[in-house]
Each structure stands twice: as structure tokens, then as C-alpha cells.
């Protein structure tokens, strides 16, 4: 294992062995009109950036292959890129950001491989916040995301995602979706505002906890899916698609839907609630 420091530097870098350290001390820009720096296929690299990357392609990749990348930006870091602030390929890579990312046509942070794990308590701004396509990834937002497109998207089974911050999209504010029969969880106690949706879901069984707001239609999908909204505020419709969905709620504002033919729904209410039309059970 070796250890790098990174100064003022226009060509990019590339990693050279398993298991290195690199460093881009505070007050110092690492850039390249691509990529400005490359894990490569490497394993166990650890890329920390106190300083600022600035990239005409993506500012921090990985190829297919790499494993166990661990990137942290910190709170006087910065990573720009054209494409994307980070994109990582291969198993067991982790993104911590303290700092600021931005991606003007592409992903704040992208991994695609499974046992993923991004913290987020900066901020990002991008077209896509989040994007991670792998099972079993684990997503923390405590900070700020704002995104074009979707904040947080998740595709993969068993993936997890927690918010405590703030996530704000033009499309869907998260996407946490999975195969027919896959499982997905989504825990919220800050605020997550899409326009088109606030929450969406997809074929697998998804359940969403909210004890903080959501501003935007949730739109569950498909699959047994449920939606826990004791505490929370959802500003806008909560569709429940096909599949036996359940509701749990201490609020009789909640404005539920779903229509004919999409299986047997029950809601739990501790206050009086009324069953709207397609609602089959309370308890």
C-alpha cells in the first residue's frame, strides 16, 4: 500500500495498484478535459478529496472489476464533471460526500454493482442525484439533493434507502424499484418533493416508512406493497397499483387510490378513516 498525495494537476490521474491511497489536499485541482480520475479494474483504492476535481468527462471513475473503491469527498471538496461527479463499476464501492457535487448532464453519484453503499450529507446537483443499480445497495441522504430528473434512483432487490434531508426533482423525487417478488425499503423523516411524483415505485414489493413530508403523488406500483405514513405528511395522492397493498395511518386526510382489479387492499387507521372506492378492508 502506498500513499499519494495530489497537487495542482491539468492531466488527470490514474490509479497503479490495489489498495492505494490517494489524497487531493484542500486548496488544490486535480482536472482533465476527460475523465480526471480512473480507479481502473483496481481493488481496496481510496480516493479523498479535500480539494476540488474538475472534469470534461467524469471527475472520479471505475471500470467493470474494481471492488471495494472507497471515495470520500470532505467539506472543502468539490467534484465537477461534464458527464458524471463520480461513476464507479463493480462490487462493494462506496461514495461518502461531505462536500459539493455537481453533474451538468448526467449522475451526482452512479455505482452499478451489488453491496453498494453512498452517504450523502453535502449536497448534489445534477440531473440524476443518485443512481444505483446493484442489490442489496444501502443510500443515505442527510444533506441536499436537487435534480432535473429524480433525486434518488434505486434498481436492484433488497436496496435501502434513507432520508433525513432534503430531496428536491423536476421527475420523481425517489425511485426505489426492484423485480417481480424483490423487496425494496424506503425510510423518510426529512422532505422529498417531486413534481410528477414524490415517491415511485415498481414491480416488487416495496414498503415506504414516512414520518416526514412528502410533497408529490406516491405511486407504489405494482407488487404487495406498503406505506406507512404514521407522523408524516404526504401532499398529494398516494396510488397503490396492482398487488394486496397495505396502508397504515393515524391521519383520515389521507387521500388513497386505487382502482378496479388491483388486488385486496387493507388499510390500519387509528382514527376514523373512510374507505374510498377499491379499498376492501380496515382495521
Do not use: C, K, P, W
Amino acid at each position: 500500500m502506498a500513499v499519494y498525495f495530489i497537487y495542482n494537476d491539468s492531466n488527470g490521474y490514474v490509479a497503479t495498484a490495489n489498495g492505494d491511497i490517494y489524497i487531493i489536499q484542500n486548496n488544490n485541482t486535480l482536472a482533465h478535459t476527460g475523465d480526471a480520475f480512473d480507479i481502473g479494474t483496481y481493488e481496496n483504492v481510496t480516493v479523498n478529496v479535500a480539494g476540488s476535481i474538475v472534469a470534461g468527462s467524469d471527475g472520479i471513475t471505475s471500470a467493470t472489476g474494481s471492488y471495494r473503491a472507497l471515495v470520500t469527498i470532505e467539506t472543502t471538496g468539490s467534484v465537477t464533471g461534464n458527464g458524471d461527479a463520480i461513476s464507479l463499476h463493480g462490487d462493494r464501492n462506496a461514495v461518502t460526500n461531505f462536500g459539493t457535487l455537481a453533474a451538468y448532464n448526467n449522475t451526482g453519484i452512479e455505482i452499478f454493482g451489488n453491496f453498494a453503499e453512498v452517504s450523502n450529507h453535502g449536497a448534489i446537483h445534477a440531473i440524476y442525484g443518485v443512481l444505483v443499480d446493484g442489490d442489496a445497495a444501502e443510500v443515505g441522504n442527510f444533506g441536499s439533493i436537487f435534480a432535473l430528473n429524480t433525486g434518488v434512483l434505486l434498481n436492484g432487490a433488497s436496496a435501502y434507502l434513507a432520508n433525513s434531508g432534503q430531496i428536491q426533482a423536476e421527475d420523481t423525487g425517489v425511485s426505489v424499484r426492484a423485480d417481480t417478488g424483490e423487496s425494496t425499503y424506503f425510510s423518510n423523516t426529512g422532505t422529498v418533493q417531486g413534481r410528477l411524483a414524490s415517491v415511485r415505485g415498481g414491480f416488487s414489493n416495496d414498503t415506504v416508512i414516512n414520518s416526514g413530508t412528502l410533497i408529490g403523488d406516491v405511486r407504489l406500483g405494482a407488487g404487495n406493497d406498503s406505506f406507512d405514513n404514521r407522523g408524516g405528511t404526504v401532499v398529494g395522492d398516494v396510488f397503490g397499483g396492482a398487488g394486496n397493498d397495505t396502508y397504515i395511518t393515524d391521519s383520515a386526510a389521507l387521500q388513497i387510490v386505487e382502482f378496479a382489479g388491483e388486488g385486496t387492499d387493507e388499510v390500519r387507521s387509528t382514527v376514523r378513516y373512510i374507505l374510498g372506492d377499491n379499498l376492501e378492508n380496515l382495521t
